[in-house]
């Protein structure tokens, strides 16, 4: 097809989204490695890459149902349906045990769905970052991330296809933020958003997962992208500590401005609507049982996923310089929100290869 027949709008509509990214492509001319932690970052990325067909196993058997029951932590769209359904006048009053094991079910497809998406907007990213970033250095790492992307994106299609069944669409509120960033003119504003904060959220969201289910090739197909996320979230750190050591105060302030938007004043859930509608269950109805329900439940299931993503974020954000710029205004607007409890955490940059699932499962297999 030429781009003299483009789909007409309808049709663009329902297979695909067109964005405009409105930063300039860069071509350098300098190829000196002169940037010795990308230089290690991308050696390493090369000798982990993994193969998605002959790495995990894919005969074995998924049980969808055993998948929620065997999990080791339940699931808190669960948790919550079951704490709606005790409220009075609740519309879920007469589940059982049956309704609600097929809501997990559903929970974990809208779960796997979100990743998978997010995957695709990481790839794009990550192929953008190639695009606009002025270092050689960085455009041969990000050519690596773009393919485990390519691979994450794939894995999880694959795992929600041949084992559970329909995907759900992308939340909005996912599909909004990856798409501010794919048109973003700022190229370290796609670095900043995808490799520090989603990424971060991913790794909370993931590992979160992985601790949870039983099944052994979900597990191990987790492992092994959580394994490359780490190195992500390690280039965003590397990058940009480098980059902002030069910015002014005025263009550091839009920074941190971008990562309060991102933390505070942007709280949506990514919720999927969908899946009540697939369970037969009319959402607006049910939200205020919901609400409901969640003020009888112990508070910590909803902080203990927060906890794992601001673990992970402060403590790069600082590395970044951006907690204290302009005497300390992210910090300030953070400890505001009781997020400052995680300053002293280590850094990805420092300690990605501790997640290297892959060369650890490679060295035990040649011991
Ligand atoms: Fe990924
Ligand atoms: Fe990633």
Do not use: C
């Not at 300039?24 to 970052?41: A, K």
């Amino acid at each position: 097809m030429t781009t003299m027949d483009l789909p007409d709008s309808a049709e663009v509509d329902a297979s695909i989204k067109l964005i405009t990214d409105n930063a300039q492509r860069i071509f350098v001319w300098n190829y000196d490695r002169s940037r010795g932690q990308l230089v290690t970052l991308y050696n390493k990325a090369m000798s982990s890459q993994w193969n998605s067909i002959t790495e995990l196993d894919w005969d074995t058997d998924v049980d969808p149902e055993r998948l929620v029951l065997d999990a080791t932590q339940p699931n808190i769209t669960v948790t919550l349906a079951r704490a709606a359904a005790d409220v009075p006048g609740s519309p879920i009053a007469s589940w059982g045990d049956a309704q609600f094991t097929e809501l997990g079910v559903e929970a974990l497809k809208a779960s796997l769905s979100q990743f998978m998406h997010g995957e695709q907007g990481a790839m794009m990213t990550a192929a953008k970052i190639v695009e606009t970033v002025p270092w050689i250095d960085a455009k041969y790492y990000a050519s690596t991330q773009t393919m485990d992307e390519a691979r994450h994106t794939e894995v999880f299609a694959k795992y929600l296809h041949t084992k559970l069944g329909e995907a759900y669409p992308m939340s909005p509120f996912l599909e909004g933020q990856i798409t501010d960033l794919l048109e973003d003119s700022r190229w370290d504003i796609a670095y900043l958003g995808m490799q520090i904060v989603i990424e971060s959220l991913a790794l909370a969201a993931f590992g979160q997962m992985h601790r949870s289910t039983q099944e052994p090739l979900l597990k191990k197909l987790l492992r092994y992208v959580m394994a490359d996320e780490a190195r992500h979230v390690a280039f965003g750190v590397l990058s940009l500590a480098e980059y902002y050591q030069d910015l002014s105060s005025a263009e550091l302030k839009e920074r941190q401005d971008f990562l309060i938007d991102a933390t505070i004043r942007n709280k949506a859930r990514s919720t999927t609507p969908e899946m009540w509608e697939r369970m037969g269950v009319n959402l607006d109805v049910l939200m205020p049982f919901l609400l409901e329900g969640a003020t009888t439940l112990d508070q910590s299931l909803f902080t203990t996923f927060e906890h794992g993503f601001f673990a992970k974020l402060v403590p790069n954000v600082r590395k970044l310089g951006l907690l204290d710029a302009n005497d300390g205004y992210l910090r300030k607007e953070w400890e505001k929100v009781g997020i400052m409890g995680f300053d002293t955490g280590d850094d990805t940059s420092a300690d990605y290869d501790t997640y290297d699932a892959v060369a650890q499962d490679r060295a035990a297999a040649t011991a």
